[in-house]
């Protein structure tokens, strides 16, 4: 075995132990309210994955989770720590919105991509005032970006209240019929029901991309450079800052890519606090998935089969047991990093 | 005049309720960071503060058990924050947002199994006006004076400044926040004050939690409200002095009670640009437009000691 595959091997199973331990931890909440954690933790288990609509679920909450996983993981791969996923959203989703409702006379082929563009682009648009001021002045953008997020709430909250509600909601009117995206019961008809769709497509593709972008193109060395070592980097020719701008742009697109699930896939209206937290997890989801675009993708399963574990096992115990367990997992997977470093230096001492 | 009217003893009266959870968590939000730990787990703590200060009132009719409860709470789930930045020397952001996550998650939780419901919990005492004779009965400047919580936090304003200018205490904490490596040279225990200046956060922004639950005497489900957030915005915006702190808090209080004096005398300005301030003047002093804030020098960054 090789010390890449150890390495792996070895944050494999530290990651694992991580969500086994707040799997435990998780049982004596379960325990301090008179439920059975195992029987909880069974009808966890068989809601979100051994039936066909509880799975469907779960792939359908999975796959924005994996957009905002990768617009983290790409951030941290140049050490930006971009907690500004939730806000980018939000615009990327207001800006997809608006144009499916507004450009109603387009036929699919246009409107499609034109919507799909414009999440990409309210993301970077949103994530590009902290990415200057980084660059620029040098404040750091995991503040500028929170405070972000709270004024894209607010912006879309006035924008919503006073121009674009539909009376008696907090929702915008529907894009338009061509605008929608497939539902992947059309194809699965087991799926019935779920509003799983193939933005789930969309979102495979981009880990390859990821993948595609991070290894084999001339910026993703230069991206993992900057990482690495920034002064060095920048020694060797690299334009850091032109790279930082461009890797929180991209990060920001993702992140209102994101939003396409919800808006084109789901709902077909922009929705006040439609996220729901999306953007947050995601930091959890690059986390546990180690920035890997693979990694990523089981890691936006447990966290999408979290998510919408809340409604199975809602008769057995407070739903929000679901909230702990999502805590503990982030809490425990930071926490055993350390350990993990420290088999890793005894490796090498071989 | 409208805008006249609304400079009024109510609109001092308005600024003070709304500034007292800011000005607390604000405060807590430095000790953590002036002791290298990065705290935006405040919201999380604000919301355990309430919720466990509802309880202890619910429970034994006694305001003060609820005050030491939701200390008792904050601290707890604080100390849950160090053990995470400071032993096991994880991401203190990550950490914190943890922690948010799960002071939503677990206070929902309990909330069901203490009180039945998703939403709020049952009705509490909150805590009574104190008799003061003459002043009391004064308009506003009676009612700020005759309340405990108001006095208690006048009173942490100052411990706090003494305490962190003016004592061997606060020299160490600043100096582990600083420069942790120099600090342990001259024999300072940097974890200890690092957990120390945590749990001072968690003790604090638990107090703001306190305010709002006796406020509304009761707990209803994510009261923080963002308050957390805005506390790290004074605290920014107060340039990591914790007497600075508390005077942007009160000043996006201030900012909030005019526009909810606005809006009764019939000005229509909309509310969400008002609520953006805090979060502007933060982005406008982070990126030094008028005069630079710089954390201290080892904030967010764990101590390895070789």
């Given at each position: 075995m090789n010390k890449n595959t150890k390495a792996f091997l070895i944050n494999l199973g530290v990651t694992l132990a991580a969500v086994l331990a707040s799997l435990v931890v998780g049982a004596f909440f379960i325990l301090l309210v008179h439920a059975n954690p195992a029987l909880v933790y069974r009808r966890l288990f068989e809601g979100v994955i051994l039936n066909p609509y509880g799975l469907a679920q779960t792939l359908f909450k999975a796959t924005p989770l994996i957009m905002t996983g990768l617009a983290l993981a790409l951030g941290f791969k140049a050490?930006?720590?971009?907690?500004g996923a939730e806000g980018q959203m939000v615009i990327g989703g207001f800006v997809c919105a608006w144009l499916g409702f507004t450009f109603t006379g387009l036929p699919a082929a246009l409107l499609v991509p034109l919507c799909l563009a414009g999440a990409f682009a309210g993301g970077m648009l949103w994530a590009s005032v902290p990415a200057v001021l980084k660059i620029k002045t040098g404040a750091h953008e995991v503040i500028t970006t929170i405070m972000m997020n709270f004024i894209a709430l607010a912006l879309t909250n006035y924008l919503i209240t006073a121009y674009f509600h539909l009376p008696e909601t907090v929702h915008t009117q529907l894009i338009a019929g061509s605008a929608a995206l497939p539902r992947l019961d059309h194809y699965v008809p087991a799926f019935r029901g779920s509003p799983a769709n193939v933005t789930l497509f969309m979102a495979a593709a981009l880990c390859f991309a990821f993948w595609w972008l991070i290894w084999k193109t001339p910026y993703g060395y230069e991206t993992r450079a900057i990482g690495l070592n920034p002064s060095a980097a920048e020694t060797g020719g690299i334009h850091i800052n032109r790279n930082l701008l461009l890797t929180f742009l991209i990060s920001g697109g993702l992140s209102g890519f994101a939003a396409v699930n919800f808006i084109m896939g789901y709902k077909h209206y922009y929705e006040e606090g439609f996220t729901q937290g999306v953007g947050f997890m995601g930091i959890a989801v690059a986390l546990v998935g180690q920035n890997n675009p693979f990694g990523i993708i089981f890691a936006a399963l447990l966290f999408g089969a979290l998510s919408h574990g809340t409604l199975v096992i809602n008769a057995l115990v407070p739903k929000d047991i679901i909230q702990i367990l999502q805590a503990l997992v982030i809490l425990f997977v930071i926490s055993s990093n350390l350990l993990a470093k420290k088999y890793m230096a005894r490796l090498t001492e071989d | 005049m409208d805008l006249f009217q609304i400079f009024s003893l109510a609109l001092a009266g308005q600024t003070i309720r709304i500034s007292v959870p800011y000005i607390l968590t604000a405060m807590g939000a430095t000790a953590s960071e002036l002791g290298g730990v990065v705290n935006i787990g405040l919201e999380g703590l604000i919301l355990i503060g309430a919720f466990c200060s509802v309880l202890g009132n619910f429970y034994t009719g006694s305001p003060w058990a609820g005050i030491l409860c939701a200390v008792a709470g904050g601290m707890l789930f604080a100390w849950l924050h160090a053990v995470v930045s400071?032993?096991?020397?994880?991401?203190q952001i990550i950490s914190g947002l943890a922690i948010n996550i799960l002071a939503v998650g677990a206070t929902k939780f309990f909330l069901k199994y203490f009180?039945?419901?998703?939403?709020n919990s049952g009705r509490i005492s909150g805590i009574a006006r104190l008799d003061v004779p003459v002043i009391g009965g004064i308009p506003v400047i009676g009612d700020i004076v005759s309340n405990p919580l108001i006095l208690l936090t006048g009173l942490l304003v100052f411990a706090v400044w003494y305490s962190v200018y003016r004592t061997p205490f606060g020299l160490r904490l600043r100096a582990v926040g600083e420069n942790p490596e120099a600090a342990d040279t001259l024999g300072v225990n940097v974890r200890r004050m690092r957990y120390l200046g945590v749990l001072i956060s968690g003790a604090l922004a638990a107090l703001g939690g306190v305010w709002l639950a006796y406020d509304q005497h009761q707990f209803t489900d994510g009261m923080s409200g963002g308050r957390g957030y805005i506390a790290l915005a004074a605290m920014i915006f107060g340039k990591w002095n914790p007497v600075l702190a508390a005077l942007a808090a009160l000043f996006f209080g201030f900012a909030e009670a005019v526009q909810i004096q606005l809006q009764t005398v019939?000005?229509?300005?909309?509310v969400q640009f008002i609520q953006m301030i805090p979060y502007l003047l933060t982005i406008v002093v982070l990126a030094g437009t008028f005069s630079k804030a710089a954390p201290p020098s080892a904030d967010g960054v764990p101590y390895e000691k070789d």
């Open positions: 050490s930006i720590f971009n907690i | 400071i032993k096991f020397r994880a991401n009180f039945h419901s998703s939403s019939g000005v229509k300005l909309p």
